[in-house]
């Protein structure tokens, strides 16, 4: 059996029957063994072998996990992954592998397209959510508020800095008025 060790610089992919992931952290060590359940099925289902890809729990933000295509790598969010196991079992490790399989099956496809959308529900039978619903209150950065008609509205401190920097304007998508800093 092959060793796979959360590694920043490999790219080694192992056939399913070979992938033997070993991560400190147990949650991780349960999300790598949900990866290798659900290519297992994906396998049966599709009646073929995939490269297992590598998996790192490095991802920072509100992203639940994000599929690097060309590099056969999963990127999970710990923080999120601590406070919403269940669902990361559920719906986001066959969410990301399905980014995975499509771009193995049919090559650069739209990210939540119909292949990737036959997958989740052929393979997985789970409705193809684009985003999840994970609260991420404690990932959430400094908000700044703007005013429209509507009210007040946050904007990330990453919009915030393009409107100081006169990179961009905001509208609100209720009233259309454009947002000014509160």
């Not at 999300?31 to 009646?47: G, M, N, P, S, T």
């Not at 991802?59 to 990361?88: D, I, P, V, W, Y």
Request: hydrophobic fraction near 30%; aromatic fraction near 10%.
């Amino acid at each position: 059996m092959f060793k796979l060790f959360k590694t920043k610089n490999s790219t080694k992919s192992y056939k399913t029957d070979d992938a033997n992931y070993e991560f400190d952290d147990e949650r991780h060590q349960q999300i790598a063994e949900q990866v290798v359940d659900c290519y297992r099925q994906a396998e049966a289902y599709l009646q073929r072998t995939f490269p297992c890809p590598e998996i790192q729990f490095t991802l920072k933000g509100k992203s639940a996990g994000t599929a690097h295509l060309q590099l056969n790598l999963l990127r999970f969010n710990s923080s999120l992954l601590a406070e919403n196991h269940q669902a990361f079992i559920d719906q986001v490790v066959p969410h990301e592998i399905c980014h995975l399989l499509a771009y193995q099956l049919y090559g650069k496809v739209k990210p939540h397209g119909k292949e990737w959308q036959a997958l989740m529900i052929e393979v997985y039978q789970l409705e193809p959510a684009t985003t999840h619903t994970l609260n991420t209150e404690s990932v959430s950065g400094k908000t700044f508020d703007y005013l429209c008609d509507c009210g007040s509205i946050p904007l990330s401190i990453r919009r915030h800095n393009k409107v100081l920097r006169g990179e961009t304007q905001y509208r609100c998508r209720c009233c259309k008025q454009q947002l000014k800093r509160a």
